[in-house]
């Protein structure tokens, strides 16, 4: 393993620390693969674990069927999709996902239904979900969410890239 970033020295380990998000009123915590430094203290957790966090929490949101502007911003930006890949995916103007994640305009049932099929496609592609159906019968999302990246260092990670068939354990509820 590298030394570390702060004091140079060759004293870093791999760690697992309990990392939290807030997303739509509910915190989410996740055992999140990390590297510390014995020497200086120093904590680093890579952007792809992080990423893989947001996803994580994505699928949550998703699953739970939770509408409106906050959840459909971080949807999209747990796909790493820009405003502009987003609309052309959904075949409307670009000015739409910006009225939608502002607020301005409610959010688009189908357009949220299509963003959330990605989502598990992109991390639980065999949780046989319909989305539109959760969208009509959101199920309860508790305040305090406990995730799990299962195969944060294996299967998962492949998730992270487009077109993956990564496959996962069903989320527990
Ligand atoms: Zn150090």
Known sequence: MAGCLRCQRDKVVP???????EVCGHAFTAAVP??????C????IQGHDLKLFELRVAVELA???LRGAEAFKFLRRA????P????ELLDVPEDFVGYWECGDWPVDPRAQAVLSSLVLARYDAPAALDCLKVL?????????VRVHLVDALGQAAKALQFGSSARTEPATA
């Open 34 to 39: 990390a590297t510390r430094c014995e020497a």
């Open 41 to 44: 203290g120093e904590v680093v």
């Open 79 to 82: 796909l790493q999709l820009e």
């Open 15 to 21: 760690v697992t620390l309990d990392d939290s998000m």
């Open 136 to 144: 009509r019968l959101p199920r309860k999302l508790a305040r305090q």
């Open 84 to 87: 502009r890949d987003l609309a």
């Open 63 to 65: 699953k739970a069927g």
